[in-house]
């Protein structure tokens, strides 16, 4: 089994920054898996942002490139999302998921194991 679980969401102000985390656990987990972050705002389908590889290779959605950075700590199993300049469109749930492949993918449907989310809500 594998557990992927997020941290780190809550209220911030335009332009400002929040890191989640995403720790990975399980007797199956492989730190070879490439992980994911998506989110979902209300009414809308779930959206890629950013995935990693455990090499270190990173992918993201065109709306944070530039803002968002996407780490991986292996030794540990966990991942982060560094959120700059946030946008009051950047308010979603955010979920970490991973699959079981080295690639990173902008497809949730390719992603295996998905965390509960966590809110990040940018308002003023």
């Known amino acids: 089994q594998v557990q992927v679980d997020e941290s780190g969401g809550g209220l911030v102000q335009p332009g400002g920054s929040l890191r989640l985390s995403c720790a990975a656990s399980?007797?199956?987990?492989?730190?070879?898996?490439?992980m994911g972050w998506f989110c979902q705002a209300p009414g809308k389908e779930r959206e890629f942002v950013a995935s990693?590889?455990?090499?270190?290779?990173?992918y993201y959605a065109d709306s944070v490139k530039g803002r968002f950075t996407a780490s991986r700590d292996n030794p540990k199993n966990m991942m982060y999302l560094q959120m700059n300049s946030l946008k009051p469109e950047d308010t979603a749930v955010y979920y970490c998921a991973a699959r079981r492949s080295t690639n990173n993918s902008p497809d949730a449907r390719l992603y295996d194991y998905w965390g509960q989310g966590t809110q990040v809500t940018v308002s003023s």
């Open positions: 399980g007797r199956t987990f492989s730190v070879t898996y490439a």
């Open positions: 990693t590889t455990w090499t270190g290779s990173t």
